[in-house]
């Protein structure tokens, strides 16, 4: 079985350590975790055109109110700017279910990336999600 990384992008520092302590307990143990940029600092995806720690992941989780600036002060939706530039990448949308994102930021980021899914909150579920988004992802890269 071929070893994963998933990429953990989440502004909420418990719930993605939950998470991630979710996907080890479930075999997943190649995890990267980054809670955002935190201000002054801006993302070096709506710097630069690129982010070093989705060029490694094989699947990405984010906060979907996970935002940052470019250099010319817009604001963007990371979730959609990684999508966007990995679509050969599967992604997952996931927050608490005490702190649910606005209707209208996942309509945004849905009409920028429409491959984007909601992540289940059953932990199961969430699991069993992952492995068939990774299992047509190699499927896609094996070579015909």
Request: net charge negative; glycine share 4%; with cysteine.
């Amino acid at each position: 079985m071929r070893m994963h990384t998933i990429l953990i992008a989440h502004r909420d520092a418990a719930f993605a350590d939950d998470l991630a302590a979710r996907l080890r307990a479930g075999g997943y143990y190649c995890l990267i975790e980054c809670p955002g940029p935190w201000p002054p600092q801006r993302c070096v995806r709506c710097d630069h055109g690129y982010c070093p720690l989705t060029e490694a992941a094989d699947l990405m989780i984010y906060d979907p109110r996970l935002m940052a600036p470019d250099a010319q002060g817009i604001s963007h939706y990371l979730a959609a700017d990684s999508a966007v530039a990995h679509q050969q990448v599967p992604m997952l949308l996931a927050w608490s279910a005490s702190a649910p994102p606005e209707p209208g930021t996942l309509r945004a980021i849905r009409a920028q990336a429409p491959n984007v899914r909601l992540a289940p909150h059953d932990p199961a579920a969430l699991l069993k999600e992952i492995g068939d988004l990774l299992e047509v992802a190699d499927a896609a890269e094996a070579p015909k």
